[in-house]
């Protein structure tokens, strides 16, 4: 039976960065993050008996090599899990540009991961579907949620306690994310060597790691209390240190472009205004900037009028995974 799930990507206002095991996608930090509803991913998963081997299609091209092995790779995971032997047709189309710093691989494996637990005929629960869908993407562990979501890193070596948990559901905090994008060229670091690379070799990593928990636990207060001032302080605070890290790594390497700065320029320059707004930056050269509605529209026009800008996306908090048959 053919199966098909709905994820949205997210945003992770305190970022996963480092793995502390790379086979089953333990993070070594806990992060934070809000579901969007603009960007998806909608997979269809059907196992079939006369397959040899899994087939993978992504936005109607027939995908062969590296990108089909990972795919493959992710649903023996699937198929130890449920004891479905057959291999799958798996027919994907991203709401999003792909490896450009948008999240797709969040809402990619959670959509993934739903579809391919149907089409096996199981169910699983939320917390089991975020535990399967981490060990394809980290980040998409906290897309199978809606609204802000916390991805605990947990403790126990099978991993059986790193999943996400809710935090504010979708309707709980209204927000506006500005996806402001520079460009949709694929990265050249993928998030994956990215991490693994600052790890081994930043001497600035051992920062990261001994204040992430401090940016966390703040963040958290600030969202309860829906203080938006501190939630925006700590979450630009928490991008700008991810990225410094990887300016110590060997080889160092960069996500920002030139058109990445001016962004983050502007953005300063709004709140010297008395318009708030923060920004954060995944890895890639885009920039989300985080607004409240009302100042949403005066954002927008300002942040338009940058050359560098080719195109805002403006998005919401979004919803968990859905199921479309
Ligand atoms: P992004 O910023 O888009 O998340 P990453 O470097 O984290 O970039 O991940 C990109 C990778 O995610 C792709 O190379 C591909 O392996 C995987 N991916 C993206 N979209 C899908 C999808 N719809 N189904 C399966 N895998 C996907
Ligand atoms: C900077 O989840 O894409 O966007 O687990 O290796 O697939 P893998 O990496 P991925 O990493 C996301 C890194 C980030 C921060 C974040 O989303 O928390
Ligand atoms: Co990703």
Request: net charge negative.
């Amino acid at each position: 039976m053919k199966k098909t799930a709905r994820a949205h990507t997210n945003i992770a206002l305190i970022k996963y960065w480092g793995k502390r095991d790379e086979q089953l996608f333990l993070p070594t930090n806990s992060s934070l993050s809000i579901t969007l509803d603009r960007f998806y991913t909608e997979t269809s998963v059907e196992f079939d008996a006369n397959l040899t081997a899994d087939r993978f299609r992504l936005d109607h091209a027939v995908i062969e090599g590296k990108e089909r092995e990972k795919v493959q790779h992710f649903l023996d995971k699937v198929r130890r899990a449920t004891g479905e032997t057959r291999f799958a047709h798996v027919e994907s189309v991203n709401h999003v540009p792909t490896a450009a710093g948008f999240a797709s691989s969040a809402s990619g494996y959670s959509a993934l991961a739903a579809a391919a637990i149907k089409a096996a005929g199981q169910t699983f629960t939320e917390k089991e579907l975020s535990i399967l869908a981490r060990q394809g993407s980290g980040s998409a562990s906290r897309s199978v949620y809606g609204g802000f979501v916390e991805w605990q890193k947990g403790q126990l070596p099978d991993g059986s306690d790193s999943h996400a948990i809710p935090i504010l559901n979708q309707d709980e905090f209204d927000l506006a994310v500005l996806s402001v994008e520079v460009t949709t060229e694929k990265k050249k670091v993928l998030s994956r060597e990215g991490m693994k690379r600052t790890v081994e070799t930043s001497p600035f990593y051992e920062g990261w790691l001994k204040t992430v928990d401090r940016d966390l636990a703040a963040i958290k207060t600030a969202i309860h209390a829906r203080d938006f001032r501190s939630m925006g302080e700590i979450l630009e605070y928490n991008a700008l240190k991810m990225h410094a890290t990887t300016l110590g790594a060997d080889p160092p390497f960069m996500y920002w472009q030139s058109a990445t700065l001016k962004v983050m320029e502007a953005v300063s320059q709004l709140r010297e205004e008395g318009l708030l707004a923060y920004f954060t930056i995944d890895a890639g050269p885009n920039v989300k900037v985080i607004v409240e509605i009302e100042n949403e529209q005066a954002v927008i026009e300002r942040l338009n009028q940058i050359d560098v800008v080719s195109e805002i996306y403006p998005c919401r908090v979004g919803p968990g995974i859905t199921y479309l048959d």
